[in-house]
């Protein structure tokens, strides 16, 4: 197995294992913060397959953005004296039975796959970066889209800061 397979099958299992921390976390910080750890798996596997573009917005968008949004809303909710971010587990039961299932039947297929001879492997494809066209393009043809875009996204953060600072 290659270098790449393994730091495929690596960030794979730690995407995996940050999708299970947010299930089971107790808290809504907590589970913002496994979710952190699974869409930055999400950018590192997107890096291994050379998508770095994909890569790259992943990190701006869910990470930089959303990712952060909803920390600071979860942390901003905050009620005196109220567990207002404790949260239950009540099919804990249900979906465990269910991911033992098909944690069984990967593994039943992956068994299958090596006994054929087939075991999958991930091969690294020829690294062409696509971030360099893309800037080219919006600092070249796509300038003023790209420049009245960030003008309409500027007016909308001043109207909300202006919507959420009205007293009612």
């Known amino acids: 197995m290659s270098i790449h397979s393994t730091a495929f099958y690596f960030f794979s299992f730690v995407t995996v294992a940050g999708g299970v921390g ?3 976390a ?3 910080l907590h589970a913002a913060f496994s979710l952190l750890v699974v869409l930055l798996g999400i950018a590192a596997i997107y890096v291994l397959l050379a998508a770095d573009l994909l890569a790259v917005v992943q990190l701006m968008v869910y990470v930089g953005g959303v990712l952060v949004l909803l920390i600071f809303g979860v942390m901003m909710s ?3 004296g109220l567990d207002a971010h404790g949260v239950g587990n009540h099919n804990l039961l249900w979906g465990g039975a269910l991911g033992a299932v ?3 039947g990967l593994t039943w297929y992956l068994g299958l796959s090596a006994r054929a001879g087939a075991f999958p492997s991930v091969a690294m494809p020829a690294w ?3 971030l360099g066209p893309v800037g080219q393009g919006l600092l070249t043809t796509f300038v003023l889209p790209f420049e009245v875009v960030s003008v309409l996204l500027l007016i909308a953060l001043i109207g909300a800061s202006y ?3 009205r007293k009612t």
């Open 22 to 24: 947010v299930l089971l």
């Open 26 to 28: 107790r808290s809504l």
């Open 78 to 80: 905050a009620k005196q």
């Open 102 to 104: 098909v944690i069984a």
């Open 128 to 130: 062409k970066s696509s």
């Open 163 to 165: 919507v959420a600072s």
